[in-house]
């Protein structure tokens, strides 16, 4: 007797948005999903999104990120190298030396740390085993990051070898670091590559895509179970990202100075990150997406206090309930696609049926 057909109901790909802390919203809405019966396969995601779908992919359940996201202390994440201590000079200098106000060291550990702890390191750990001869989903997780110096995104492990490396021997925990180098607030990750020689200086993947919802989208045929994209978006998207950010301090050196130096960059990436955000919030109409409010939370918010957090968390979850009570997979499909020509499940169910035991 043959094994009974795989239920494909439930089955989802989820695109994680980058956001920095205002990612916090991403795990309430996995929450919610995991509770009605969601089956990630593939999992992406951009910055802080990445985090989230790195965790995911590795077998974290949404309590389990609840518990890590919402305790988590965002200001040990700013690290600083031996030139920050230097008197006078500190901070700027690290801006010109390191290209970062923080090493971004501590995240990589924090985050490396993690991963192991589910026995995750290199990517050849998260292949799934129904698609491990499709270079596009043959892992469970791809990481968006941006190549600063090829001009070009970098969807990782599949672009690993622009790199010079193979994409099964990746660090999960690097790709994952490129992803969240928010430019000026950390410090890139500069890569030598071993065939080439030359350094590649990767940054945040939302340089030049925050949200990648067409990551899993099948080219030649109808998916086989739905995308869901988990944007991050502000209560009052025609608000001025001027009104959004933090006022900036007045300051006895009258805009002069070292200090005044860093205060400047770092409000000239506050305002590209949020510029950003808002970008994707007025073009973005996916009927496949789960937007959730942000609460007024800024990107680089790193001293957010506890019951802030647990707002942000409630939010993704209550957004993504609102999104399932109207989703209708079949729907979107009849209004939104059409054509099929290969099927990821076909293929799933020939394996299926060759493995399963004739009694």
């Known amino acids: 007797m043959a094994e009974p057909a795989t239920d494909y109901s439930k089955h989802v790909d989820l695109v994680f948005e980058g956001g920095g802390v205002k990612g916090i919203g991403l795990a309430g809405a996995v929450e919610t999903l995991e509770q009605r019966g969601y089956k990630p396969q593939n999992v992406a995601g951009t910055s802080a999104g990445a985090i989230s779908a790195s965790l995911l992919a590795a077998g974290y359940s949404a309590e389990e990120l609840k518990e890590i996201i919402i305790g988590l202390d965002y200001r040990q994440f700013q690290d600083k190298a031996w030139e920050d201590k230097v008197p006078l000079i500190e901070r700027s200098l690290s801006i010109l030396l390191d290209l970062g106000l923080y090493e971004g060291s501590r995240f990589h550990e ?81 890569h030598e590559n071993p065939e080439t020689g030359d350094t590649h200086i990767i940054v945040d993947g939302g340089m030049l895509s925050n949200f990648p919802v067409w990551l899993f989208d099948c080219e030649d045929g109808l998916p086989d179970w739905p995308t869901f ?60 997406t789960i937007p959730i409010p942000t609460l007024g939370v800024g990107t680089t918010q790193f001293d957010l206090p506890p019951d802030r957090a647990l707002a942000l968390y409630g939010s993704g979850r209550d957004a993504a309930d609102k999104f399932l009570e109207s989703w209708d997979f079949e729907a979107y499909i009849a209004e939104y696609r059409s054509g099929k020509s290969h099927s990821r499940r076909d293929a799933l169910v020939a394996t299926l049926e060759r493995a399963a035991p004739i009694v």
């Open 110 to 190: 924090w985050i490396r740390d993690l991963l192991a702890a589910k026995g995750v390191h290199t990517f050849g750990d998260l292949v799934h085993p129904d698609f491990a001869e499709d270079p596009k989903f043959r892992s469970r997780l791809q990481v968006v990051a941006s190549d600063v110096t090829a001009h070009e995104l970098l969807v990782l492990p599949r672009d690993a070898r622009k790199l010079g490396i193979e994409p099964d021997d990746l660090e999960v925990a690097l790709a994952v670091r490129m992803s969240m180098s928010i430019p000026i607030f950390f410090e890139p990750v500069l």
């Open 229 to 288: 994209g988990m944007l991050l978006v502000e209560p009052k998207p025609s608000v001025s990202v001027a009104e959004r950010l933090p006022q900036p301090k007045r300051r006895k050196d009258h805009g002069h100075g070292p200090k005044a130096v860093v205060d400047y960059v770092k409000s000239l990436a506050q305002t590209m990150m949020e510029a950003h955000d808002r970008l994707y919030v007025e073009q973005s109409t996916y009927a496949r």
